[in-house]
């Protein structure tokens, strides 16, 4: 059992068995007084723009079954990480916006007492709602990345009850295979 110092991660393994990663980031700002507030938002991490390869049952991983080995990825998007005091009778609201404060993405979280998480997929209300086209154009992993806001930093507001706190997330691009370097 360590933790990762860069990404705030504690990470546990086993002895061959099992390797489990989880954000705890949060605990520091608790114990500055975070649980003290009525509603508090975590700093939340930075969140990376992945392309996600799809692939429809013709890879050499699913023709050879289990010999290979499979983990949920974690949450695609940007994860945040708030407390909430005291029950709240709706749910939280969460608004994205950008630099000119429009708000691109409205959500939902739960609204109880407690510490939750919720995942925002890097998209637009707008671009949630669109169907992929079924032939043509571009591929389906294209078509995924495509629907995602651009690199740059966006505002969190968060509401739950009469209580609002607010952040912000930085959305990077993933990091280039040949380490930024340009290839000749």
Known sequence: MTIQERERDLVVATYGRSI???DVSPFAEMADG?????????RTKPATLFKTRVTYGNSIEEVNG?????????????VMTY????????????EIRDASGEVLRSLTGPGG??????????????????????RGGVTPS??????????????IRLQAGSA?????????????????????
């Open 20 to 22: 489990w990663v989880t």
């Open 34 to 42: 975070a649980l003290d507030e009525p509603l508090h938002l975590f």
């Open 66 to 78: 289990d010999l290979f080995f499979r983990a949920d990825n974690p949450p695609d998007g940007a």
């Open 83 to 94: 407390y909430i005091q005291a029950a709240s009778p709706d749910e939280a609201r969460i």
């Open 113 to 134: 007492a407690g510490l939750h998480r919720i995942v925002w997929d890097l998209e637009t209300d707008e671009t949630a709602t669109r169907e992929r086209p079924r």
């Open 142 to 155: 294209e078509w995924d990345y495509a629907q995602k806001v651009a690199p740059g930093r966006y505002s």
């Open 164 to 184: 609002v706190a607010e952040g912000f997330v930085t959305v990077r691009r993933a990091p280039s295979r040949n380490g930024g370097k340009s290839v000749r």
